[in-house]
């Protein structure tokens, strides 16, 4: 099993649709988590940090479960330019602390 | 400024060259990173740099080798590749508090391609 799951997509939803992703991790010494977006060919940026109680930036709601280990972002009026892969990252502190990364779920938003 | 600049942003090289790929970032950030990406993958992690030091060694060959001149520079060095370690070499910087280690900013990467 994956240390960090996610579904890979993709998922193909019409502009102005609500669109829900969900990540679950495995090791219990997560301690920060991260969604990404990655457009084809370039490097992942930062969307939104992922905190205990939830939090929302404009369309996107982020929340965290961490008694079932589990990730979700919720993005809200879709549109075209949402279309890229999500990446859900978490922190591990096991001595030192490393980034894992999800396998990414593709996102296309269709006209 | 959120920033990493890498260079250089293509590189195509035989399996005899000596090459080094470049990253640098100005926000005082104190953890660097090297990742490897190859198509439809998500990144994968090969060394961490923390206070210049480093701290994270994920077996990768000895055909590639990392150095950090200084908080803000990290380089990597790529010597007797093979044409599979051709990819998308992603470096990455975070703020380090503490010891604690907070989001990561990517460069825009190198595409490497081994003739």
């Known amino acids: 099993r994956k240390e960090v799951e996610q579904d890979p997509g993709p998922f193909n939803v019409p502009e102005g649709a609500t669109v829900a992703f969900n990540c679950t991790y495995s090791?219990?010494?997560?301690?920060?988590f991260f969604w990404y977006r990655q457009d084809c060919r370039k490097e992942p940026k930062l969307l939104m940090s992922?905190?205990?109680s939830g939090n929302e930036d404009g369309r996107f709601t982020a929340q965290l479960n961490r008694a079932s280990q589990y990730i979700s972002l919720l993005i809200r009026d879709s549109k075209l330019s949402d279309s890229a892969t999500y990446l859900c990252v978490v922190k591990v502190r096991t001595g030192t602390y490393k980034y894992i990364f999800g396998t990414g779920t593709r996102l296309k938003v269709l006209a | 400024d959120t920033e990493v600049t890498q260079t250089p942003k293509h590189l195509v090289m035989g399996m005899t060259n000596k090459k080094s790929l470049k990253c640098e970032q100005h926000?005082?950030?104190?953890?660097m990173y090297w990742y490897k990406q190859k198509a439809k993958k998500p990144p994968e992690l090969m060394f961490v740099y923390s206070y210049e030091k480093l701290s994270i060694n994920e077996s990768v060959p000895s055909r590639f080798s990392p150095e950090c001149p200084n908080s803000s520079l990290l380089n990597l060095h790529l010597h007797a590749l093979q044409p599979e370690d051709s990819a998308l070499y992603l470096c990455?910087?975070?703020?380090?508090?503490?010891?604690?280690?907070?989001?990561?900013?990517f460069g825009p990467g190198t595409r490497l391609t081994v003739t």
């Open positions: 990455a910087s975070s703020a380090l508090k503490s010891a604690e280690a907070y989001e990561q900013y």
């Open positions: 090791n219990s010494a997560s301690q920060s």
């Open positions: 926000m005082g950030h104190r953890a």
């Open positions: 992922v905190y205990s």
